[in-house]
């Protein structure tokens, strides 16, 4: 499955009635994550998140639980740094889901680099802009930092991605965006959607 130019992050607190629609307008990527669910209620979610996108052969990933993205069927997992280690992962899926789509949250071209050799797909890059969607994160990246990492793996820029900031960070050299509040803090999140999937081309 290709890699998508842009990731929906999804929680079990968003609207899942919207999803076909997201998918519909050319989102073509999903990441669960919801810090706070159980792991049955987690692969609930990602089953539900499965369901609605499956039909547009959208791309669904699992945010941190690798056990959860094998057991659910989705195309792949995001691994941050307190997750399984990337080389472990990968030995896992090989096994298990070879082609399993693994990626992983890198800060520098020096993580970066250190995902591509154990085994990551893409790295996600961020955050590049300041951003009220998780607690605890460092200070933005800024674009520069996208530029300076590119080449090695596909980048996902993360961190208060907007329709407004997709184009240039995509210009800086990124392969495509993860969105939260660009999407469902938006008045209008379908429009929101479609006006991101033009911006990033």
Same mark, same amino acid.
């Given at each position: 499955?290709?890699?998508?130019?842009?990731?929906?992050?999804?929680?079990?607190?968003?609207?899942?009635?919207?999803?076909?629609?997201?998918?519909?307008?050319?989102?073509?990527?999903?990441?669960?994550?919801?810090?706070?669910?159980?792991?049955?209620e987690l692969l609930a979610l990602t089953a539900a998140v499965i369901e609605r996108v499956g039909a547009y052969e959208a791309c669904v990933v699992v945010d941190d639980r690798l056990d959860v993205a094998?057991?659910?069927? *989705?195309? &792949?997992? $995001?691994?941050? !740094?307190?997750?399984?280690? /990337?080389?472990?992962?990968?030995?896992?899926?090989? =096994? #298990?889901?070879?082609?399993?789509?693994?990626?992983?949250?890198?800060?520098?071209?020096?993580?970066?680099?250190?995902?591509?050799?154990?085994?990551?797909?893409?790295?996600?890059?961020?955050?590049?802009?300041?951003?009220?969607?998780?607690?605890?994160?460092?200070?933005?990246?800024?674009?520069?930092?996208?530029?300076?990492?590119?080449?090695?793996?596909?980048?996902?820029?993360?961190?208060?991605?907007?329709?407004?900031?997709?184009?240039?960070?995509? *210009?800086? &050299?990124? $392969?495509?965006? !993860?969105?939260?509040?660009? /999407?469902?803090?938006?008045?209008?999140?379908?429009? =929101? #959607?479609?006006?991101?999937?033009?911006?990033?081309?």
């Open positions: 499955m290709p890699l998508p130019r842009i990731f929906s992050l999804v929680s079990s607190q968003d609207d899942l009635e919207l999803l076909p629609a997201f998918a519909g307008a050319g989102v073509s990527g999903f990441q669960v994550r919801d810090k706070s669910a159980t792991t049955r094998l057991a659910s069927g *989705a195309h &792949g997992v $995001h691994l941050g !740094a307190s997750d399984l280690p /990337l080389a472990e992962a990968r030995r896992i899926a090989d =096994a #298990a889901a070879p082609g399993l789509i693994i990626g992983a949250t890198c800060r520098d071209r020096a993580a970066v680099e250190a995902a591509a050799a154990a085994g990551a797909d893409y790295a996600g890059f961020g955050p590049v802009f300041a951003t009220t969607s998780k607690a605890g994160l460092p200070d933005p990246l800024g674009v520069s930092a996208v530029s300076e990492a590119a080449d090695v793996l596909p980048l996902i820029a993360i961190g208060g991605i907007s329709t407004a900031s997709a184009g240039a960070v995509r *210009a800086a &050299g990124a $392969h495509g965006v !993860a969105v939260i509040g660009g /999407l469902w803090r938006q008045p209008d999140p379908l429009q =929101a #959607a479609k006006e991101l999937v033009e911006a990033v081309g």
